[in-house]
């Protein structure tokens, strides 16, 4: 029944290492976001996949590389994590105005 | 650069009161979202204003968007311990959800 489902839900990992968080939605929208939710609460869009193709790219280090195997996901792959990266990361989709968000991911990187 | 600004960034208050929160901006959107967030949840959308004035109900809820589309404020009558969150505006400059900029939040607590 999950709208839009994350995982994981938390990810503590080390300096330096790869790793992926991954998105699913199930309500047929064709634009999907991945968000940054930084210590105080301040939320900004990182990337936009329309119909699996990149809009929007914000100022985002390239470390950060999001994939859209299909118009239901987008995943997000980030590289030589870095301590400045520990945030909440929401998935998110839309088909109109109103944006559907995931529970988000944790990540803290130590 | 913040585009929205909201105020104030804390509220806490009684079971009962009615509270406003407010969200600024120098910029025009042609729609304006307003958002709770719940600790551990994604934020889940309460409303969208698209028209310059327009007014909004939803239950114990007032949502209002500026004349010049620039500003909006939520109106909570009679708040109860259910109404704390964070609640979040979001512009948008288009006519979708592609680009929306969110302010700077308001975390309300209700005790009761």
């Known amino acids: 029944d999950t709208a839009v489902s994350q995982t994981p839900k938390y990810l503590v990992t080390q300096m330096g290492n790869d790793k992926s968080i991954k998105c699913e939605q199930n309500?047929?929208?064709?634009?999907m976001y991945w968000y940054k939710q930084d210590s105080k609460k301040f939320l900004k869009i990182m990337f936009s996949?329309?119909?699996?193709?990149?809009?929007i790219n914000e100022t985002v280090p390239n470390r950060f590389s999001p994939k859209s195997p299909d118009k239901a996901h987008l995943n997000l792959h980030i590289n030589s994590l870095e301590l400045g990266d520990s945030a909440v990361y929401f998935c998110a989709s839309s088909q109109a105005r109103g944006i559907t968000f995931g529970s988000g991911t944790r990540l803290t990187v130590v | 650069t913040q585009l929205l600004e909201q105020s104030p960034q804390f509220l806490s208050i009684q079971e009962g009161e009615n509270l406003t929160v407010y969200c600024n901006s120098s910029s025009v959107f042609s729609s304006l979202q307003w958002y709770r967030q719940e600790p551990g949840e994604g934020p889940v959308l309460l409303v969208t204003?698209?028209?310059?004035?327009e007014v909004k109900k939803l239950k114990r809820l007032t949502f209002q968007f500026g004349d010049a589309r620039k500003d909006s404020s939520l109106h909570i009558t009679a708040a109860q311990p259910g109404d704390t969150g964070l609640y979040l505006c979001?512009?948008?400059?288009?006519?979708?959800?592609?680009?929306?900029?969110f302010g700077t939040g308001t975390r309300l607590t209700v005790i009761p």
């Open positions: 979001a512009g948008a400059r288009d006519s979708g959800a592609n680009n929306l900029f």
């Open positions: 309500l047929g929208h064709d634009t």
């Open positions: 204003v698209v028209t310059g004035g």
């Open positions: 996949y329309n119909n699996k193709e990149l809009i």
